[in-house]
Structures are given as C-alpha cells and as structure tokens.
C-alpha cells in the first residue's frame, strides 16, 4: 500500500518508487502509481507541499533553526489580529514565510454574490465552495520574520515586494522578540496600508 499524502486542493499523493537508467532507486510522489508503492517515507526524506500552488513532493530533510512552536504562535498572531482566514505559513531554515491567497475572501464573497445572489452566503455548500477555491488559489509571499540566532531569539520582519522583475524583501523591523513583531505587522496582511509599509 502506497503511503499517500492529501495536498491543500484535496488531490492525494502516492509515495513511490523506480530504478533509474544506472540502476538506483529513486522515490517520488504521483498522483497516479506508476512505480512501487512506499508505505513509508525513507529515512533523511520529507514529504513537502509548495506554499505557492500546493505542488507535492519528496526532499532531504533540512536542518531548520525555527521552533514548530513558533510557526503556531505566528499563526495564531494572523488568526486573532488581522482579517485574513486563510494563510500558509510556511518554515524555512531561518525563517517563517507567511503566503497568502492572491484573491481575498472579501474578494470571493462578492464574486459568489454576483454570480449565485445576494444571499448565497447564507447556504452552507456556497461558504464551503468559497473556502475550498480560497484555499485551491495560489498563494504569494507576504512577510518573513527571520531568526537572528542565539539567546534571546530575536527576529527581523521584511515585507514582500513583487515591483521588479524577480520581487523582493523589505526589510520593516527588528531586532526584536517575535510576539511584538507578530503583533506589530501581521494586522496589517490583507489590507490596503500592507503594500505602505516600509
């Protein structure tokens, strides 16, 4: 039995595995099984799913600096102080990278209400399906708060730029412990007055 993964647009990945043209073995994830299914992820692997369009597949593990406990506490800051609902924060090896939906559910709300009516809100399947194509759009980077090192753990804030050909951090604020940070920056996500900060 192949070790399956569910990505955020709900398609399920399969762990598996072929010989190449030199005769190795090389592990992968399909959404169709095409090679000998894995039921569990080999050692030194993880199984990683791209904030950006939910793409799924298999790297070597990274040495990562930041605290699962710290990814949380960024989320739960964008949960209770701004009025975005769906966001990935992603960890990088220094940093947490928060993505959000190029589309706001403001944004979707009024496009189901010119499409379905004023009122199709108000029925169960019609917020389901707003929630489902909020989470399936593609998600962009919006702000990073990059861990210095040592003790205390301090943090800088950039802001995401997408002006230029490649886009761009810029730098906000910091040194400083996460929570204020977190509690400084992450109201402004979704909002007008984001793309001012400097």
Known sequence: MAYEYRNRRGDVYL????????GKRRYYLGRRLTGEPVDEVPAGYE????PRYGQVYLR???????????????????RCLSDVRHFIVDVE????????????TDEVD???????????????????GRDQF???????????????????RLFCVDR???????????????PAPRSELVDQYVAYLGEDSFHELY
């Not at 762990?15 to 030199?22: F, I, K, M």
């Not at 909020?134 to 205390?152: I, M, Q, S, T």
């Open 60 to 78: 070597k593990e990274r040495l990562i600096s930041i605290m699962p406990i710290e990814r949380e506490m960024v989320a739960e800051g964008i």
């Open 134 to 152: 909020v989470r399936e759009l593609e998600h962009v980077k919006a702000l990073r708060f990059d861990l210095l090192g040592g003790e205390p």
């Open 47 to 50: 199984i990683y799913e791209s």
């Open 93 to 104: 090896e220094i940093c947490l990278v928060v993505y959000v939906p190029t589309m706001s």
């Open 15 to 22: 762990l598996q595995v072929a010989q190449t043209r030199t």
């Open 160 to 174: 995401w730029s997408s002006h230029g050909p490649d886009g761009d951090w810029i730098y906000l604020a910091g």
């Open 110 to 128: 009024d496009m189901v209400r010119l499409v379905a009516g004023p009122d199709a809100l108000q029925v169960p399947r019609f917020r389901q």
